[in-house]
């Protein structure tokens, strides 16, 4: 079946270390996205994607890098310089950056420990 | 540019009652509209959405939402209820601006359902 993978599923960072989330898609989607969620804040939009080789900062992204070397793929770095990064962390795709509605992944709750 | 408020941030009801979750939108460009529910450490489902079409539009899980220009509303409904609702929904809206098109999520309705 086809959809979003997201890992690991749980992730505990150490002070100053920068972690990596993974977002694989077999959708053929063009459009790649990543959200974060926070508990009354809805989603708000890091980093996004409408093609290969290329993406656009969101609302949020300071703390954050990505890449986008394939089609399927969209990693999100969160780096030290995020300070508070503990969130619940959502990938999404659309075919392409058109309202069709997202497909989202199940998620990656993100903790500083 | 484009909001969106969700009134209500927990709505309680019974099982086999109605069920209304209400949004508010404000968009500068014609909007597009979705409804959409996550349950407990999941990601969000799309249950439907509004594209310019009929105003009435029916979605999954027996969920309707009626798009009302004048209100600038999209309440989301359910004639009746079941325990299997409990979860959070989130309204949200796009539009084309600069740069392509820009989706906001409001801050989401929990949903719970009593027996």
């Known amino acids: 079946d086809g959809g979003i993978t997201q890992s690991p599923k749980y992730l505990f960072r150490k002070e100053g270390q920068n972690v990596t989330l993974s977002c694989e898609q077999n959708l053929n989607h063009d459009a790649m996205y990543w959200y974060r969620q926070d508990p009354g804040q809805g989603l708000r939009l890091i980093y996004y994607?409408?093609?290969?080789?290329?993406?656009q900062k969101g609302d949020i992204a300071e703390g954050y890098s990505v890449s986008r070397e394939k089609k399927e793929s969209f990693p999100l770095t969160v780096t030290s310089a995020q300070k508070n990064p503990t969130a619940f962390y959502l990938c999404a795709s659309s075919p392409q950056d058109r309202p069709y509605g997202y497909t989202f992944g199940s998620g990656t709750r993100l903790t500083v420990v | 540019a484009q909001s969106v408020t969700q009134l209500g941030s927990h709505v309680s009801v019974s099982e086999g009652a109605l069920v209304l979750l209400r949004c508010n939108y404000s968009?500068?460009?014609?909007?597009?509209l979705f409804w959409y529910v996550q349950y407990p450490n999941q990601g969000l489902q799309l249950l439907l959405k509004?594209?310019?079409?009929?105003?009435l539009v029916k979605g999954i899980n027996g969920f309707e939402a009626e798009f009302k220009k004048s209100e600038t509303s999209f309440h989301l409904t359910k004639p009746s209820a079941h325990m299997s609702d409990a979860a959070e929904y989130f309204c949200?809206?796009?539009?084309?601006?600069?740069?392509?098109?820009?989706?906001?999520f409001g801050a989401g309705t929990r949903l719970f359902v009593k027996a």
């Open positions: 968009s500068s460009v014609p909007p597009y």
């Open positions: 509004y594209t310019s079409a009929a105003t």
């Open positions: 949200a809206v796009s539009g084309l601006n600069t740069g392509g098109f820009k989706t906001i």
């Open positions: 994607s409408q093609i290969v080789n290329d993406f």
